[in-house]
């Protein structure tokens, strides 16, 4: 038998400038990676669809405009317009609000507000820090993230990117827990 992990508020590593801080990843589960996410206003992260990652988030604190679901059409542009077969639109969620998303689902959260949203987010298999890291150099980079790097990177990690990621403002670490 192994033991278990307890981690203390504010553990963890810190992947990227721009706010995700891994809690869980493939050193620890073969099954999951569990990430602390501070997103900032007007962050963006684009509707896009993985082949075989299934994921939650859990919003703990501030708002998020939520996506999980099959478009009617997929539009380049704002997928907050988009709409589901049965009238389904994007939902606004807060804290306690989830967001599942089976493997193939188109999907994408941003924040609306003017202040940092919190989430937890789970993401299975594990392994997920990898593209994390290399989003958070490319969004950490001088200047704005050139899209088809973005692009390609998520191709390298089985995402389809359905609309372009837009980085938002800066964010500080939101406190509380």
Known sequence: MTDG????????????SAGMTLKIGAEVSAR???FEADVPPGFDVGAHRHGVAEEIFYILDGELDLLA??????????WRRWEGADGQKIARGGPG???????????AFANPGPVPAR????????GHERYMRELGELLTADGPPDPAEIVAL???????QLTPL?????VQPVSGG
């Not at 679901?69 to 704002?78: H, K, N, S, V, Y």
């Not at 989430?119 to 594990?126: D, G, I, K, N, W």
């Open 119 to 126: 989430m937890l987010f789970v993401v299975a298999p594990s």
């Open 32 to 34: 999951w990676s569990v």
């Open 166 to 170: 837009v980085p938002g403002l800066p």
């Open 5 to 16: 992990l307890v981690l203390p508020p504010g553990a963890g590593r810190r992947l990227q």
């Open 97 to 107: 609000s989830l967001m599942h998303v089976p493997p193939g689902c188109p999907h």
């Open 69 to 78: 679901f099959e478009p009617l059409a997929r539009t380049a542009g704002d």
């Open 154 to 160: 998520r191709a390298r990690h089985d995402i389809e």
